[in-house]
């Protein structure tokens, strides 16, 4: 069993950043995926970004540029730097786990809400 706990969520102005936080506990497997996910009102969740244990990285398009992933293995914590955030981004953030890069995500965080307005 894994439990994800999500922090970092928030209001934030258009243009603006903030930094989303993940902690894992529980049983990860050596060569997990984190990741996010998010999902606006009335529509479907979306994958935003994915890193594994090894660092490799995958980003949506709506994410390119913008947002970035990274993590700290000793920690078990995955981290989601966004910049230049737009009122589209605005949705719950998921955290989630895989065991590996083509499975699929068997564990998901609560969610923390993110809104971008002026």
């Known amino acids: 069993q894994v439990q994800l706990v999500e922090s970092g969520g928030g209001l934030v102005q258009p243009g603006g950043s903030l930094r989303l936080s993940c902690a894992a506990s529980g049983r990860l497997e050596s060569n997990n995926v984190m990741g996010w996910s998010r999902q606006a009102p009335g529509k479907q969740r979306e994958l935003v970004a994915r890193?594994?244990?090894?660092?490799?990285?995958s980003y949506a398009d709506s994410a390119k540029g913008r947002f970035t992933i990274s993590r700290d293995n000793a920690k078990n914590t995955v981290f989601l730097q966004m910049n230049s955030l737009k009122p589209e981004d605005t949705a719950v953030y998921y955290c989630?786990?895989?065991?590996?890069?083509?499975?699929?995500?068997?564990?998901w965080g609560q969610g923390t809400q993110v809104t971008v307005s002026s």
């Open positions: 989630n786990t895989a065991r590996g890069w083509t499975m699929r995500i068997d564990y």
């Open positions: 890193i594994s244990s090894g660092g490799m990285r």
